[in-house]
């Protein structure tokens, strides 16, 4: 039972990708509670599908047919229930969604380049922008990376569990960051005047730092030196930021992690290349 959760893990990680959005664009918010209001909207509305998927799955067809079907499986699901049209409603309701969620992840991807670089956490040029206020060279450089990954599929033997996992693991490690860095301001009071709300976001902050940990367990040594082949060649934008600025790249502990990050890139590297990991 445990293997099998843990077996499940990554894909849980990436149906809930991007519930921060509202985060990302919260400087375009009028007010800042309908941030955190639409990130428990939007958290709120994944679980809800993603509960009636599953359920109505089960619900319908036995495992042993539903480990057969077609991707989308959920195409089959309901062609099940009220024929051939569910099928061909399904198929098109995924076009949609791919189209928007293309839309949707490249802008996003930008924001964040762009949001770093105008706090000078990244290259200053990815803080440029054209008449309309629009990130150019942050979108130029997003959708750049985007085409490299697609021209990597081309290589891999299952292109949508590869991204699938891959995409999960490199979440991984902000997730733990960020829950990291909660815990640490509600044990340090940094920014706390009232105990009563401290005593909470501890809880929350344990709890999320504990489970990200687990997660990282889960997805395993093989998409972690995957994701550090990723992340090291990243570290260039953050040496250029500071160089620009006159300042230290790494302090001790950074160069630490850094080492680290380098270490299992080349790992990675060598493992794709015997063969120890496969796309």
């Known amino acids: 039972m445990f293997e099998q959760a843990k077996a499940t893990m990554l894909i849980t990680v990436f149906v809930f990708l991007g519930i921060e959005g509202a985060s990302v664009y919260s400087r375009f918010a009028r007010k800042r509670e309908d941030v955190g209001r ?7 509305s994944v679980l809800s599908v ?11 067809l036995p495992q042993q047919e539903l480990a057969q079907v077609y991707q989308p499986s959920m195409a089959s699901v309901l062609e099940s229930i009220v024929g051939h049209w569910g099928s061909v409603f399904i198929r098109v309701g995924v076009i949609v969604s791919v189209l928007g969620a293309y839309l949707a992840w490249t802008l996003m991807a930008a924001e964040i380049l762009y949001l770093p ?47 699938l996992d ?14 990291a860095y909660a815990l640490k301001l509600t044990i340090t009071r940094e920014t706390y005047e009232d105990g009563g709300s401290r005593r909470g976001d501890m809880t929350v902050a344990v709890l999320a730092t504990v489970y990200t940990l687990f997660l990282v367990y889960a997805a395993g040594i093989d998409h972690l030196m995957l994701s550090c082949i990723l ?32 270490v299992g890139a080349i790992a990675g590297v060598a493992s794709l290349a015997t063969g120890a990991i496969e796309l």
Do not use: C, W
């Open 166 to 179: 891959l995409t999960a693991a490199l979440s991984l490690v902000p997730y733990l960051l960020a829950a």
């Open 50 to 60: 993603f509960m009636l998927v599953t359920l109505v799955s089960y619900g319908v």
């Open 38 to 44: 639409a990130t428990v909207i939007g958290f709120l």
């Open 117 to 163: 670089a105008k706090s000078d956490d990244m290259p200053r040029f990815l803080a440029r922008t054209n008449s309309h206020g629009a990130p150019v060279a942050a979108l130029v450089m997003a959708g750049g990376m985007v085409q490299l990954l697609l021209i990597v599929l081309l290589f891999t033997s299952d292109a949508l569990n590869f991204m």
């Open 231 to 262: 992340y090291a060649p990243g570290a260039i934008l953050y040496v250029i930021a500071r160089r620009e600025r006159g300042l230290r790249v790494f302090r001790p502990a950074e160069a630490v992690l850094f080492a680290i990050i380098v």
